[in-house]
């Protein structure tokens, strides 16, 4: 079955930078195929829309609190989306979420990894 893997959070400061990286195996088609999407959940709080891309990388889409800030990018061949996220806040502490498809129509999700922004 489809496995996604997150890595790549920590404890930073304001400012800084991070990248994080997903792993997926498993699916029944080519990787290419499917959109990716990064969310986010901080305590308390809803998961939100952080990043998606299209399968060939060539689309994408963020949410207007990390536009500017945030690149969501893809390997086809080593399976892996990432996203850089540059001049973090602490507002941007939340784990961290990778998941197929687009958002409101994904089917699979990793574990998540922690990302938290001291001020």
């Known amino acids: 079955q489809v496995q996604l893997v997150e890595s790549g959070g920590g404890l930073v400061q304001a400012g800084d930078s991070l990248r994080l990286s997903c792993a997926a195996s498993?699916?029944?088609?080519?990787?290419?195929?499917?959109?990716m999407t990064w969310s986010r959940q901080a305590p308390g709080k809803e998961r939100e829309f952080v990043a998606s891309?299209?399968?060939?990388?060539?689309?994408?889409n963020y949410a207007d609190s990390v536009k500017g800030r945030f690149t969501i990018s893809r390997d086809n061949n080593k399976k892996t989306v990432y996203l850089q996220m540059n001049s973090l806040k602490p507002e941007d502490t939340a784990v961290y979420y990778c998941?197929?498809?687009?958002?409101?129509?994904?089917?699979?999700w990793g574990q998540g990894t922690q990302v938290t922004i001291s001020s």
């Open positions: 998941a197929t498809g687009t958002w409101g129509s994904s089917s699979n």
């Open positions: 891309i299209d399968g060939n990388g060539g689309s994408t």
């Open positions: 498993g699916f029944r088609f080519r990787f290419s195929w499917y959109s």
